[in-house]
């Protein structure tokens, strides 16, 4: 697989979408977690409540965070725990290679872990001479196969088990099998004997309560269980948004998230961790550090309309439910964050210059909102993204045209051409559909102007080489029909009907308004039935 980047991603989505097992991959498993999740759902009569209190403690944790974070560093660290805060990547990794490092680790175990993925924590333990082992199933499949994660808690969504026993066969040397019991006891196998030989464990962080200083992690293997017990060092890498007030809180996310995820009522593990160990015979590591990761956090926390994104839990019931995500995964995003939330949280990680085309990766339909166990507002965060996005080419535009200037060259070039014709299109737009006269006129010399262009009720072979010179219709066209305006407008229906009807406004039914069809209009004195009640 090629380098995918952000900037890449309309090539891509292009590729992804030629990728016929990569999509049948994905319909099974998005269409198998949203019936999941679902069913999970309608099992609790009281999920809209739990939805919103979740929201709500989420909310009041992002408004006080500094206050949370204090509470929590306190009393981890009251109970052995040693936490390090990391303003970047950077930080992070030097933290972490650092601790490594002053310990001679060699080999290190790694349970799964999307904030270890965004600061790209294994290249840097690696350039260090660390040998670092996912194990999580999934990771551990795309980690062989020297790929990212292309689903926030399914990595490797997107590997069918044919591939997966390709890929064991080519890198661990076992015979092809289609058996995934056989698949799964052959890595289960591999990964015990890391375990036992490992220096340090790296986690990350699904929660970590304010009040008590514990770290709550959620897994369905037993491996995060035995990468944070086994090894002597634990390091927990935690986003600064993973806090909660109160321990009591967990009994809401612990409602809301493998439902939302996987479907499940709870996962099969969940791993409390409340400081050291205090005595010799006692689970758990001698050491324990966590890192506090901001990496831009501070940044979406300072916007009351991205601060939103933060209450994110990672649950991936947005990638599922999207129509995007559906039909290209998580590769073609070109970042650690796919989908929905991803198109949202990675232009504000790496910046909007870079990840620009990514908030343009969704049609707006508000399935990610609607299945959010946070409540969410992703439309809304892909919108304001997007107007600041216009916002900074506007100014950008007018910063280079006045350079040019400056320097006696041509000011604009073509992309600044194609914004300025954009705006100046919508503007226009604007005016007609601000103006009932103006509507109703362009209307009929669109239907005029139509009739050379139209060819078995669809806009012809003349009207596609038109709009292929128009760039924006040529786009819509190149793979889709464009359906000629309706011979009679609604609006004169609706005159006519009231006409020949004698009735008034208030006896027409809601019918009514859909028995137009483009060119095929109603005959004028068709019979409506006599509304209700009358
Ligand atoms: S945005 Fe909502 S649905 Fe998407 S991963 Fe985050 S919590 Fe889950």
């Known amino acids: 697989m090629g380098h995918l980047t952000t900037e890449t991603f309309d090539a891509n989505a292009r590729a992804a979408l030629n990728d016929g097992q990569l999509r049948g991959a994905l319909r099974n498993a998005t269409s198998l977690f949203g019936t999941r999740r679902l069913a999970a759902a309608n099992g609790l009569p009281n999920w809209q409540d739990l ?25 981890a660290e009251s109970r052995g725990a040693q936490v390090h805060w990391a303003r970047d990547a950077k930080e992070a990794n030097e933290i972490v290679c650092g601790l490594a490092n002053e310990r001679r680790a060699r080999k290190i175990v790694k ?23 996912e194990t999580d199933l999934g990771e551990y499949i795309i980690q062989l196969a020297g790929e990212a994660p292309s689903h926030i808690i399914v990595p490797a969504i997107h590997k069918t088990k044919k591939q997966i026993s390709e890929l064991f066969t080519e890198k661990l040397g076992i ?26 464990g790296i986690s990350g962080v699904n929660f970590g309560v304010a009040e008590t200083g514990t770290i709550l992690i959620l897994e369905n293997e037993g491996n995060v269980r035995l990468t944070t017990s086994l090894p002597k060092v634990h390091i927990a890498v935690m986003g600064i948004e993973k806090i909660l007030p109160l321990f009591a809180d967990l009994d809401v996310f612990l409602k809301l998230l493998p439902r939302s995820g996987t479907g499940q009522q709870l996962t099969t593990y969940q791993s409390l961790i ?12 001698e050491e324990l550090h966590i890192v506090l990761l901001d990496n831009g956090r501070s940044r979406m926390l300072a916007h009351p309309v991205t601060r939103q994104a933060l209450a994110c839990i990672r649950c991936g019931a947005c990638l599922n439910a999207c129509p995007v995500y559906q039909q290209i995964g998580g590769h073609a995003y070109g970042s650690v964050y796919p989908g929905p939330i991803g198109a949202v ?37 892909l919108l304001h993204l997007r107007a600041e996005i216009t916002e900074g080419e506007k100014t950008k535009g007018g910063r280079q045209k006045a350079e040019g200037r400056e320097r006696g060259e041509a000011a604009a070039g073509g992309r600044i051409r194609k914004k300025r014709m954009e705006r100046v299109a919508f503007q226009i737009y604007a005016v007609v559909m601000g103006s009932p006269g103006l509507y109703e006129w362009n209307a009929k010399a669109g239907r005029l102007f139509q009739g050379v262009l139209m060819s078995e009720g669809r806009i ?12 924006a219709l040529g786009a819509w066209t190149s793979a889709r029909d464009l359906r000629p305006i309706a011979q009679r407008s609604f609006r004169e229906l609706w005159r006519d009907g009231l006409a020949s009807d004698g009735q008034s406004e208030s006896t027409l039914n809601e019918g009514d308004l859909f028995t137009g069809t483009a060119g095929a209009p109603p005959a004028a004195s068709a019979k409506r039935e006599p509304s209700r009640g009358r």
Do not use: W
């Not at 166990?373 to 965060?381: A, C, F, G, N, S």
């Open 175 to 200: 015979e092809p099998t289609d058996d995934v019991d056989r698949l799964t006891s052959v890595a289960r196998g591999l990964l015990r004997q890391r375990f036992a030989a490992a220096d340090i």
């Open 51 to 75: 939805r919103t209190e979740a929201r709500a403690i989420k909310d009041e944790v992002l408004l006080h965070l500094d206050k949370y974070l204090e509470e929590f560093v306190t009393n």
């Open 274 to 285: 409340t400081g050291t160990k205090r005595k010799h015979t006692d689970e758990g590591p």
């Open 460 to 471: 012809g072979k003349v009207g596609a080489a038109l709009s292929r010179l128009a760039p």
């Open 345 to 381: 949280i990675t232009p504000q990680l790496i910046g909007l210059g870079k990840a620009s085309q990514l908030t343009y990766a969704s049609s707006l339909c508000g399935a990610c909102r609607e299945v959010c166990p946070v409540k969410i507002d992703i439309p809304e965060l």
């Open 111 to 133: 349970s799964k872990s999307m904030v270890t993925e965004e600061i790209h924590l294994n290249v840097a333990l690696e350039n260090e001479g660390i040998e670092v082992i």
